[in-house]
């Protein structure tokens, strides 16, 4: 039952944010949430009331581990069956018979705890383990998450750090720096890690995100459109989804509309008002060439699909979304996720401005491996869609365009 040395120390450098269970499946983990479930013996033994912990109050278990009291022993002897013995039995041993809270940890609860250092620890016998392992001094502060400032900046501006990550800015390195100060994660170089870059965009329109572009024509991808801009630099995204019937007569007018249709192999549907489905604007628009006023865009979508845009619920009830806004119905912000692909439901009933605000939840707390950039119609790169939404609170000009990079 004993937990392996190698694997535990590997849990505590995750620090924090990955519990002890990951580590092995006999290891049982609690979470804040479900106190009530705790025995109160495991909610004293690694709690900021246990601390600091005082070697006569160490017990001995049947295993042969070192258990800072009682009250820890009782916890563990619970899910693995550790009874105590003599205190002599756990005093050989490498470790000189002294409490090591790195082996202790596993079979403990999530009672977070913020240490003097401004790092919050799953719990003081994880914090114990930090300060042994990094040699510092650590001390408990006081129960709960430390209340980080963190740097922050929604601009993508992507950094690689020395540990091979990017980070989505330097401010994102800067709050991973301190919230893991004994990582050694410093600056290397701007843009992304050599691991991330992407050497050639046209390797990589293998998903289907459609995206309308300024020559009227939608591609499979962003990615698509940033690798056609290599032969034609003028070339820019225009929205997510495809381009509609009046863009594509704008950006290429009617003359040469059917010539064109008889080439495009794009299914991005029309239903039109006699009820036919175009499988594309090139297709519909020559039609219309024909029909004129007679024809009219009906919705975008198959004929018999069903369209969100247009149709309110019977029993309407607001909704909130992701974004922080208030939906009338269910429909209303599936008719808006046709044009922000992000977007999803945050829960029913409308959204409430404390907790539903899009900048509370920027990507907090720090974005590494890349963050989530999306392109916004400002040209500017946010690090996540949340940034995004937030800014677009304070500007309703501001759209979500592509994933990635602006181009
Ligand atoms: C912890 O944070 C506080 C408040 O932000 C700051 O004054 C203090 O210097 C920090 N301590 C360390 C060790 O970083
Ligand atoms: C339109 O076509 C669909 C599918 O072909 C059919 O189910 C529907 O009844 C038609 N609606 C009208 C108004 O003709
Ligand atoms: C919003 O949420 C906060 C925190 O949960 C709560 O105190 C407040 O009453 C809520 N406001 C509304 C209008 O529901
Ligand atoms: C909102 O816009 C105003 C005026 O453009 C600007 O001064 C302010 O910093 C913006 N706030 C945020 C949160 O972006």
Redesign the pocket.
């Known amino acids: 039952m004993a937990l392996s040395k190698k694997c535990v120390v590997r849990a505590a450098l995750a620090f924090a944010l990955i519990s002890v269970a990951a580590c092995s499946s006999d290891t049982v983990s609690f979470s804040e949430n479900n106190r009530g479930s705790i025995d109160q013996s495991c909610w004293e033994a690694v709690g900021i009331d246990s601390w600091p912990i005082k070697e006569e109050e160490q017990v001995c278990g049947t295993n042969g581990v070192l258990y800072p009291s009682q009250n820890a022993l009782k916890c563990i002897s619970k899910q693995a069956g550790v009874e105590q013995q003599e205190r002599e039995k756990c005093s050989g041993g490498s470790d000189g018979g002294k409490f090591d809270p790195c082996v202790a940890l596993a079979y403990v609860a999530t009672r977070r705890v913020c240490g003097s250092d401004n790092v919050t620890y799953n719990n003081v016998w994880h914090m114990v383990c930090t300060s042994n392992m990094y040699s510092v001094e650590i001390n408990a502060e006081h129960d709960g998450e430390c209340a980080i400032e963190c740097p922050y900046s929604p601009v993508y501006k992507p950094v690689c750090s020395t540990t091979d990550y990017t980070f989505a800015n330097e401010q994102a390195l800067k709050c991973k720096q301190i919230l893991q100060p004994y990582i050694k994660n410093a600056f290397q170089h701007e843009g992304q890690c050599k691991r991330q870059q992407s050497t050639n965009p046209c390797y990589e329109s293998n998903t289907f995100t459609p995206v309308c572009a300024s020559n009227g024509h939608t591609y499979t991808s962003a990615q698509h459109i940033r690798c056609l801009k290599q032969v034609n630099s003028d070339l820019r995204a225009l929205h997510d989804g495809a381009c509609t019937p009046d863009e594509v007569k704008e950006i290429i007018g009617l003359d040469d509309v059917c010539r064109m249709a008889n080439h495009r192999q794009e299914w991005s549907p029309i239903c039109g008002s006699n009820n036919v489905t175009y499988p594309n604007s090139y297709r519909y628009l020559c039609a219309k060439k024909d029909k004129g006023e007679d024809l009219q865009v009906s919705y975008m979508g198959e004929c018999g699909s069903f369209d969100y845009c247009r149709q309110p619920e019977p029993d309407a009830s607001p909704v909130c979304g992701t974004d922080g806004v208030t939906y009338p119905h269910d429909n209303a912000l599936y008719c808006a996720q046709a044009s922000s692909r992000y977007l999803g439901k945050k829960h029913q009933g409308?959204c409430?401005?404390?907790?539903?605000d899009p900048c509370l939840h920027r990507g907090f707390p720090f974005l590494d491996d890349n963050g989530r950039p999306v392109c916004a119609s400002n040209a500017v790169t946010y690090v996540s869609p949340e940034a995004l939404w937030c800014a677009a609170k304070n500007d309703s000009g501001i759209k979500f365009i592509h994933s990635g990079e602006c181009f």
């Open positions: 409308a409430n401005e404390t907790v539903d």
